[in-house]
């Protein structure tokens, strides 16, 4: 993280030398490292093929949940809505919620992209009913259509136990994708919960 700042900073001092130049009317000139550092901040910035791909998010979506909060009782359900938009020239898909969960009113907000320098998928999630931020990597499989993230959120019964989450994304069509949440337990994954959206 350092080294990104330190990389940033340099580059605008470059950005700032190169207008004074021109202003001058002088030839930009700029050392090797300085062109290799702006060369590495175009392509941590770029927008790339699989950033075009999140677009399929965007738009207005009906939302059922399913959870499962004990395998011995029936699942509880809900119903919500979802909006997304692609953000800083579509190199993130920002998604608002609004529903209910286990009978409360619910909202949150997530932000998913893909991150050049890690060469995957990110995913960010915050909510009304959680103070922390759930943060994810993960990757896509074309012959599912489907986008696999892995990360830990705070165990809330024990906050410095880290439970291991994967979450899936599978995209069916155009109008219809499910997000489903699996936790690990004492080295058992269970499916948690289920949501299913319908583009509106």
């Known amino acids: 993280m350092k080294k990104i700042v ?3 900073m340099v580059a605008a001092v470059a950005f700032a030398g190169t207008a004074l130049a021109q202003e001058k009317g002088a030839a930009p000139q700029m050392s090797k490292e300085q062109q290799e550092m702006m060369a590495a901040m175009e392509r941590m910035g770029a927008v790339l093929p699989q950033h075009k791909q999140l677009e399929y998010f965007v738009g207005d979506w009906k939302a059922t949940s399913t959870m499962w909060m004990d395998p011995k009782a029936p699942p509880m359900k809900s119903e919500g809505k979802s909006s997304a938009k692609a953000i800083f020239g579509g190199r993130y898909i920002e998604t608002t919620y609004e529903g209910s969960m286990m009978g409360q009113p619910f909202s949150g907000k997530g932000v998913l992209g893909h991150d050049n320098l890690a060469g995957k998928f990110v995913n960010t999630w915050m909510d009304s009913m959680s ?3 759930w943060i994810s990597y993960g990757t896509y499989d074309k012959a599912s259509n489907s986008y696999t993230f892995h990360g830990k959120m705070d165990d809330p019964m024990k906050a410095s136990n880290k439970i291991d989450v994967r979450a899936v994304v599978k995209i069916a069509d155009p109008s219809h994708y499910a997000f489903e949440w699996y ?6 994954e269970s499916k948690t919960m289920r949501i ?3 583009k509106i």
Do not use: R
Not at 183 to 188: L, M, R
């Open 6 to 8: 330190i990389a940033m």
């Open 131 to 133: 103070t922390g931020v």
């Open 183 to 188: 936790e690990s337990h004492d080295g058992k």
């Open 196 to 198: 299913d959206y319908v």
